[in-house]
Nanobody, 115 residues
């Protein structure tokens, strides 16, 4: 049973930074692809960032240059450092994991960016 503990969300002003963390249990974290997605009210869930291995990172266009994804395999944790936040970044952010061709999603953490 894969479980997630997501934290770090909150309310910030435009231009500020926020870092999300997601602690995963119930699977072999170091072998998994992990990442973050987000869903704003009335919109579909979009992929934000993915990290495979140590250095292979993929970002969605709206966050390129502003967000950084990283992982700490010793702590079974994936991070999302969000800089220069914009109101359009407001969404519920979800941690996800892919292993053995199966995907799993966390419960989400709310990020609200005021203008």
């Amino acid at each position: 049973q894969v479980q997630f503990v997501e934290s770090g969300g909150g309310l910030v002003q435009a231009g500020e930074s926020l870092t999300l963390s997601c602690v995963v249990s119930g699977t072999t974290f170091s072998s998994a692809i992990v990442g973050w997605g987000r869903q704003a009210p009335g919109k579909q869930r979009d992929y934000v960032a993915t990290i495979q291995g140590v250095d292979t990172k993929i970002y969605a266009d709206p966050v390129k240059g502003r967000f950084n994804i990283s992982r700490d395999n010793a702590k079974n944790t994936v991070f999302l450092q969000m800089n220069s936040l914009k109101p359009e970044d407001t969404a519920v952010y979800y941690c996800y994991l892919i292993i053995y061709f199966q995907s799993y999603w966390g419960q989400g953490t709310q990020v609200t960016v005021s203008s």
